[in-house]
């Protein structure tokens, strides 16, 4: 079981827009920043957004994020195929003095 | 560009031991913190540990503290993880990444390995 909790699957039709949740705690999310990785199948995970919003160089503005209380959202908008991935949140546990990552959300794109 | 190059697939015998590498190329190898991210086969992603070869600070998961050694060796800017007594159950795949760590807490993983998949089986 996940300290973070995410929805396990999540689907939309190619050009719409989709969000993710994760759920923590204000021993997490409360009170840390949020980042976001995308693992396409078979790679490695790779960072989306970190700092709850921000995005690193080259990370198109269809991905967002937003934080509210013990709460965070990843927004991806124009969908395309090649979005289909599982996506993480992550954060600091200030409890568990550690790196702590919801269960994964898997996107398909129909 | 910042590169992290992970060594090859380990296949190993349960009781066996394990020295897994992780070579930062691209940037000041010594001032930012690197740590370890386990997937189990089919599962998310768990943070283990964390170094920072600067000065070889080390943070270690509670769930990981023990079971694994994290080093590194700042003169070939290089990172390890290493177990002295595999199990079965540490048959996975585990990502090397570059963290940033501000006021004591990582706020995130900018860059990852391509991953060293180990697999435990007598």
């Known amino acids: 079981q996940s300290v973070l909790t995410q929805p396990p699957s999540v689907s939309a039709a190619p050009g719409q827009k989709v969000t993710i949740s994760c759920s923590g705690s204000s021993s997490n999310i409360g009170n840390n920043y949020v980042s976001w990785y995308q693992q396409l199948p078979g790679t490695a995970p790779k960072l989306l957004i970190y700092?709850?919003?921000k995005r690193p160089s080259g990370i198109p503005d269809r991905f967002s994020g937003s934080k509210s209380g013990t709460s965070a959202t990843l927004g991806i908008t124009g969908l395309q195929t090649g979005d289909e991935a599982d996506y993480y949140c992550g954060t600091w546990d200030s409890s568990l003095s550690g790196v702590v990552f919801g269960g994964g959300t898997k996107l398909t794109v129909l | 560009e910042v590169q992290l190059v992970q060594s090859g697939a380990e296949v190993k015998k349960p009781g066996e031991s394990l020295k897994i590498s992780c070579k930062g190329s691209g940037y000041s190898f010594t001032s930012y913190w690197i740590g370890w991210v386990r997937q189990m086969p089919g599962k998310g992603l768990e943070w283990m540990g964390i170094?920072?070869?600067?000065?070889?600070?080390?943070r270690y998961s509670p769930s990981f503290q023990g079971q694994v050694t994290i080093s590194a060796d700042k003169s070939i800017s290089t990172a390890y993880l290493q177990w002295s007594s595999l199990k079965a159950s540490d048959t996975a795949m585990y990502y090397c990444v570059r963290g940033t760590m501000v006021r004591g807490v990582i706020t995130d993983f900018d860059y990852w390995g391509q991953g060293t998949l180990v697999t435990v089986s007598s």
């Open positions: 700092e709850n919003n």
């Open positions: 170094i920072y070869p600067g000065d070889s600070d080390t």
